[in-house]
Nanobody, 115 residues
Framework: QVQLVESGGGLVQAGGSLTLSCAASGIIFSFNTMGWYRQAPGKERELVAA???????NYADSVKGRFTISRGNAKNTVYLRMNSLKPEDTAIYYCDAEQEGRNYWGRGTQVTVSS
């Protein structure tokens, strides 16, 4: 089993920054992809950013130029640096990791951006 634990969420004013962290534990071989999703009230969960084992990255258009995803040296940690936050970034942010065709999810961390 693999467990993912997110941290770093909170309340921030518009224009501010936050860095989310996700640490994986358990039986880990090698994650092919790690990423961040978010879900706002009344909306579907959407991809925010993802990073592959080869460090290729992919971002939602709404966060390009503002958010940066990165992996830790041990490759079982993923970060999301969020700059220039907007009220519409308010959501629960979930960490995702894919290993051997199976996806694992964290429980999420709340990010609230006040105007």
């Amino acid at each position: 089993q693999v467990q993912l634990v997110e941290s770093g969420g909170g309340l921030v004013q518009a224009g501010g920054s936050l860095t989310l962290s996700c640490a994986a534990s358990g039986i880990i071989f090698s994650f092919n992809t790690m990423g961040w999703y978010r879900q706002a009230p009344g909306k579907e969960r959407e991809l925010v950013a993802a990073i592959t084992r080869g460090d290729s990255t992919n971002y939602a258009d709404s966060v390009k130029g503002r958010f940066t995803i990165s992996r830790g040296n041990a490759k079982n940690t993923v970060y999301l640096r969020m700059n220039s936050l907007k009220p519409e970034d308010t959501a629960i942010y979930y960490c995702d990791a894919e290993q051997e065709g199976r996806n694992y999810w964290g429980r999420g961390t709340q990010v609230t951006v006040s105007s």
